[in-house]
């Protein structure tokens, strides 16, 4: 059982810069988000989909874009990656509303940016 | 969207009972309260869900008063690998609210 798998899981990049962060799920949910992580930080919601072909804006939104063509994958992008894009990306996904439902984490994707 | 407040770390030996509290003034009426544990260099893990008086499951016990403004999680006789960060999340059945994580709590697990 895979569960939420992200790829890919460590990169560095230069400034400006772009690359697309992969993630899937087979548990055939509905749900699915992408949050960073700042050290010491909580999570923060970039942008969330609430099915295929659906995608809606978080907490932090700008600088990256969404897309979800199909179910089982949600992929965030980054055109133009600037330092302050460093951070531990985690994509989630769940069968129910994050409210209501239980979110499932992938193991994170840790991303540089110089 | 219910903003909630929790403590910002917590000590603890092992073999105690940890209880730590959050609270959510403005919670909605169709908000439940979840509770997540994140280990270092990993994504969040679901710990336990409810709505309202006390739910309990083989790891925690989650305690929510009767205006639902605070909520309690309990993990009786904590152990080293409690060690870990503790977020409190208040959402609906909206799936267009964003659901927020906070800072959380760390919680700290001594011998």
């Known amino acids: 059982n895979a569960g939420v798998t992200q790829t890919p899981k460590f990169r560095v990049l230069k400034t400006g810069q772009s690359m697309t962060l992969l993630c899937a799920q087979d548990?055939?949910?509905?749900?699915m988000y992408w949050y960073r992580q700042d050290p010491g930080m909580g999570l923060r919601l970039i942008h969330y989909s609430v099915g295929e072909g659906t995608t809606a804006k978080g907490e932090v939104p700008d600088g990256y874009n969404v897309s979800r063509l199909k179910k089982q994958n949600f992929l965030l992008g980054l055109e133009s990656a600037a330092p302050s894009q460093t951070s531990v990306y985690f994509c989630?996904?769940?069968?129910?509303?994050?409210?209501?439902?239980?979110?499932?984490f992938g193991e994170g994707s840790r991303l540089t940016v110089l | 969207l219910a903003k909630t407040t929790q403590p910002i770390s917590m000590d603890s030996y092992e073999g105690q009972e940890v209880n730590i509290t959050c609270s959510h003034n403005?919670?909605?009426?169709?908000?439940?309260i979840t509770w997540y544990q994140q280990f270092p260099s990993q994504g969040p893990r679901f710990i336990i869900q409810g709505y309202k008086t006390k739910v309990t499951n083989e790891v925690a016990s989650l305690f929510i008063p009767a205006d639902r403004k605070s909520s309690t999680l309990s993990l009786p006789r904590v152990s080293l690998s409690d060690t870990a960060v503790y977020y409190c999340?208040?959402?609906?059945?909206?799936?267009?609210?964003?659901?927020?994580f906070g800072s959380g709590t760390r919680l700290q697990v001594q011998p």
């Open positions: 403005n919670i909605a009426t169709n908000d439940y």
């Open positions: 999340l208040v959402g609906g059945d909206t799936g267009r609210r964003a659901l927020t």
């Open positions: 989630a996904s769940s069968y129910a509303t994050a409210g209501r439902g239980e979110l499932f």
């Open positions: 548990m055939n949910h509905e749900y």
